[in-house]
């Protein structure tokens, strides 16, 4: 049992919980104390010795079946609930489809009879399937569903649909098909989560069995790669990030208020003394942005608008005034909803308001709704920030709107999570909207929205 309780732990830090020696420690002590008789109570010690955050429950809660728990279902030997002249309107059926059913014989028997998957065979099925080179639990699913077709149980889910219909022709009562349909699938149930249930131990088995990774820095990541259990950790991040851009800002303020000595200002202005610096001159003062946010709120791009508008928002006060609309098939004036609450709990309500869907992202529609109505926004001292990859769905793209707010505006920015390589591939659109961009920052981490936003507050 120390060996099992080690392994799972070492599953769990391969997960991403944080466990020092000293709690896996108490972990151990804790159970010398309790025991493992009670599964309730050693479950519970467990969770109390080793999660110390809320969102590392789910993970616990996972992992532990996997390593303490048998949870192969009970299957019913069908066969034997049935009265001959069933059993015989059964072998009929299935002679009538024997010319579908000779790779399928073995399965369907077991099917019948109620017999498990053996281990050998569970071991077989999951070296023909790859499961070896796992080593991550996001990839349960795709090997479950290798192992399903490998052991024949998505041909067998359509041959049961068949041999129901025959049967049903062969004269057999609808109270009798129901009833043997209802025992057919609650086996082929069983059969499926007994494969689910040894993908998932066999990945957390070979996750203990590897040394935990060096965890990466939040800020590098690329967004789309962040795990849910990333999110939190992310968005304190943002807040730190807001803080030191703030102060940043606030030097560049404090610098300017005079204005920076300007040395070849200088000597030209005084060229009338002979070179004499009479009257010193300095450099525009540093002025604070208007900002126009356009950002692309489709499935892919959720969780670094989120970070995005939190960023801008915590840096209002670094902000003329900012005007901000999200997107996937048509625009959404969001500016109100940003004005009126704290910038997390106002980016939340967004979220919530506009899930994604089904629908396409269609910029091109968007601009026009911008065209529309908002278009008297953009003046000679704004910067419009587009955030998107300027993928279209093979829409029209407005590329006259776009060149009109570039022309109308100060700067026209866009924020892209896609390298230039991916530009134009598939609907992508993106070279054709960097003719009408001032610049292009490529978006892809916590870092580089960060470098970018402090960029464009630099160069108010």
Not at 33 to 51: C, H, I, P, Q, Y
Not at 191 to 199: A, F, N
Not at 225 to 234: F, H, M, P, T
Not at 337 to 345: G, H, I, K, S, V
């Amino acid at each position: 049992m120390q060996k099992r309780m080690i392994d799972f732990i070492r599953a769990l830090r391969a997960a991403g919980v944080r466990i020092s020696l000293a709690e896996s420690q108490d972990a151990m002590f804790g159970v010398d104390e309790t025991g493992v008789r009670n599964a309730d109570t050693f479950k519970s010690t467990m969770k109390a010795t080793l999660v110390k955050n809320q969102r590392d429950q789910p993970i616990f809660d996972t992992f532990f079946p996997l390593f303490f728990k048998n949870n192969r279902p009970p299957l019913q030997n069908i066969l034997e609930q049935m009265a001959e002249d069933e059993q015989a309107l059964l072998r009929d059926a299935m002679e009538s489809l024997m010319g579908d059913l000779d790779a399928l014989r073995e399965l369907l028997g077991r099917l019948l009879q109620g017999r498990e998957f053996s281990d050998e065979e569970l071991q077989q099925l999951g070296d023909a399937s790859g499961l070896p080179q796992g080593d991550e639990m996001y990839m349960r699913s795709w090997f479950e569903r290798r192992m399903n077709r490998q052991a024949g149980i998505s041909q067998l889910e359509r041959l049961l649909d068949d041999m129901l219909e025959e049967l049903a022709a062969l004269g057999m009562t609808e109270e009798a098909l129901a009833e043997l349909e209802e025992m057919l699938r609650e086996n082929l149930q069983g059969l499926s989560e007994q494969i689910s249930q040894h993908v998932g131990a066999t990945l957390a088995e070979q996750m203990a069995e590897r040394e935990p990774r060096e965890r990466p820095d939040l800020l590098d990541v690329p967004l789309q790669r962040l795990s849910s259990g990333d999110i939190e950790d992310v968005r304190d991040e943002v807040r730190r990030l807001a803080a030191r851009l703030r102060t940043r800002a606030a030097l560049r303020q404090k610098r300017a208020k005079s204005g920076q000595f300007d040395p070849r200002k200088t000597i030209r202005k005084n060229m009338r003394y002979g070179g004499v610096p009479m009257e010193a001159q300095f450099r525009v003062r540093h002025k604070k942005p208007s900002l126009v946010l356009i950002c692309d709120l489709s499935t892919s791009m959720r969780y670094a608008v989120e970070f995005l508008l939190t960023l801008v928002y915590e840096l209002s006060d670094q902000v003329r005034r900012t005007h901000s609309f999200i997107f996937i098939h048509d625009l959404v004036d969001v500016s109100t909803t940003l004005a009126e609450l704290p910038p997390r709990e106002a980016v939340a309500r967004i979220m919530a308001e506009n899930p994604p869907g089904y629908y396409s992202t269609d910029l091109g529609n968007s601009l026009g709704s911008f065209h529309k109505e908002h278009m008297h926004l953009i003046d000679s001292r704004s910067t419009v920030i587009f955030f998107g990859d300027g993928r279209n769905n093979y829409n029209d793209p407005r590329l006259d709107i776009t060149q009109e707010m570039q022309r109308k505006g100060r700067r026209l920015i866009w924020f892209c999570p896609e390298p230039r390589r991916q530009w134009g591939s598939g609907d992508s659109d993106m070279w054709e909207y960097n003719m009408y961009a001032d610049r292009v920052f490529l978006v892809n981490s916590l870092r580089q929205l960060a470098d970018a936003v402090d960029r464009i507050l630099a160069d108010g």
